[in-house]
């Protein structure tokens, strides 16, 4: 087999990348080798503001998929090995296919606590499998423990009922990925609402396949929407107890079949069940000798998604942005930015084919996430902990209890982040400000003036 773009991964780094190639040259083959039977695509993508979309994930059969890009053809395998020189990949079932550019976007994996590997009770979440199995087991359960302060334990804890939850973060506050100590105290009081899931609660959450992938896409955004994630207690007997900066020691298992968790400081936890949610690391179950990786593990690429081997590029979740990034953008293994990444790549391979330039796209120049915690809308943009800017800065805030929160980081009066929660509007005006990087000394603290509409100095 033969194509001139050969793509490795059926999450929505590979998918975008394969939808870009497609409509950037309807001329030129696409081959889309994907491990998982169902493939990952964005729709309903509506723009927020120039860099912040939403959209919602939509699982796609092939069929479905090569019917609307017809110059993409689809195998249902796994990637075995990278030979640079012969310009081919080997797969599971012994195909070879010669590329002309090849894109990996194998994703990443939950990097579970090391006691996982003895006890079943250790739980990952990534993708439809591995949630099918936490709420299946979870409905047997009284007492768990999720492990981990980032998006998805910050989720779980908020979508889980009738259970007792033992929530052990490292940090001293929750939700430390996204979020600063005085919006985990926003946040701390909607912690225990046990608020209805919203829709209807169906008990499958994907496609029938006859053929169940060994490793699935990511879920991505709104994974718990429909599903009903719940303990085996009455109604209403959910309790969140939170365990700040301690880590998992040790595990035993006691005699009536449940887990002791030993936490570094010495205390104690029983429960039926953990949910290990503490990161990712690559999936890289594939050999290619001169493929180089960061520290962690991930594909290191450059400004144009580009490896270390050429003609091979690598995209979200699997790689590593190791270029200068723009001073408001940082990477974070999250949606949107792979999504981004898959495009981009799109775009360098077919200029590298073409001869033609390619610029770095726009995404690029700014951070920007938009999510939801604990019920209230959070949108994030540019350096908004303060990233890289050391203690130079200044931190304006204005919070109304269970409303909305909103913090701007500013250096030298100029706006490098933000933290907008609750319906704010303010998202398009700070991403310009960001941008633009505007001198806001002539306003002073009453840019966040609730009284005075902010845009009305800017029209
Ligand atoms: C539960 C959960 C909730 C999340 N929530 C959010 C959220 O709210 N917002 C947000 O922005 N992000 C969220 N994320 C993160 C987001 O989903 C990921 O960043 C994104 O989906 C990564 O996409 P990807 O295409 O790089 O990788 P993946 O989606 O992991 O896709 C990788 C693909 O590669 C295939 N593959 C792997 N190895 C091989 C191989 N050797 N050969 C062939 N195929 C292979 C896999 O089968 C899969 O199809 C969440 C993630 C999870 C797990």
């Known amino acids: 087999m033969e194509a001139t773009f050969v793509i490795i991964g059926g999450g ?3 998918v975008s990348c394969a939808e870009s190639l497609s409509i950037l040259d309807s001329d030129n083959s696409v081959i889309l080798l994907s491990e998982s039977a169902l493939i990952k695509t964005a729709t309903n993508v509506f723009a927020i503001t120039r860099t912040l979309t939403s959209f919602e994930v939509k699982e796609d059969n092939f069929d479905s998929f090569i019917s609307r890009y017809p110059n993409v053809k689809v195998i249902h395998d796994t990637l ?28 990443a994996t939950p990097k579970l606590i090391p006691q996982a590997n003895n006890y079943p009770e250790i739980l990952g979440i990534r993708d439809t499998d591995s949630v099918e199995l936490l709420v299946s087991k979870l409905s047997k359960s009284k007492r768990i423990a999720i492990v981990g302060n980032g998006g998805i334990a910050t989720e779980l804890i908020y979508q889980i009922k009738n259970v007792e939850t033992h929530w052990i973060i490292k940090d001293k506050h929750i939700s430390a990925t996204f979020v600063d100590p005085g919006a985990a105290e ?36 709104d994974w718990y929407k429909n599903l009903n994630i719940s303990g085996s207690n009455s109604e209403g007997g959910k309790k969140i107890i939170i365990h700040y900066e301690v880590e998992v020691k040790d595990i035993h298992k006691e005699e009536n079949g449940s887990l002791e968790l030993i936490l570094t400081n010495n205390e104690k936890v029983h429960c039926d069940l953990v949910v290990s949610a503490t990161g990712v690391c690559p999936n890289l179950s594939f050999t290619c000798d001169k493929l180089q990786l960061s520290k962690d593990g991930f594909i290191n690429v450059d400004e144009f998604m580009r490896t270390s081997v050429k003609d091979v590029y690598a995209a979200g979740d699997v790689c590593n942005a190791n270029w ?38 726009f995404c690029f120049e ?94």
């Open 12 to 14: 929505i780094a590979g």
């Open 80 to 107: 075995e090995k990278i030979n640079e020189d012969s310009h081919t990949i080997k797969t599971k079932s012994q195909l070879t296919i010669k590329y002309r550019y090849l894109c990996l976007c194998t994703g």
């Open 186 to 221: 926003f946040f701390n009081e909607g912690i225990l609402e046990n608020k209805p899931t919203e829709t209807i609660v169906c008990k499958r959450i994907r496609y029938n396949e006859e053929n169940v992938a060994r490793r699935g896409a990511a879920l991505g955004p």
């Open 324 to 361: 200068e990034p723009a001073k408001h953008w940082f990477q974070m293994k999250l949606w949107t930015q792979a999504r981004h990444m898959g495009c981009y790549a799109a775009k360098s391979m077919y200029g590298a084919l073409s001869k033609e330039e390619v610029l770095q796209d």
């Open 366 to 459: 700014i951070f920007s996430h938009s999510t939801k915690l604990f019920g209230f809308k959070v949108i994030l943009l540019g350096l908004f902990n303060g990233q890289k800017l050391g203690t130079n800065y200044e931190i304006l805030l204005r919070m109304t209890k269970k409303q909305e929160y909103v913090k701007f980081v500013l250096e030298n009066n100029k706006l490098q982040g933000a933290i907008l929660i609750g319906d704010t509007d303010l998202e398009e005006m700070c991403e310009n400000l960001i941008l633009n990087q505007l001198d806001l000394s002539p306003f002073g603290d009453d840019i966040l003036n609730p009284d005075i509409d902010i845009e009305d100095y800017f029209d």
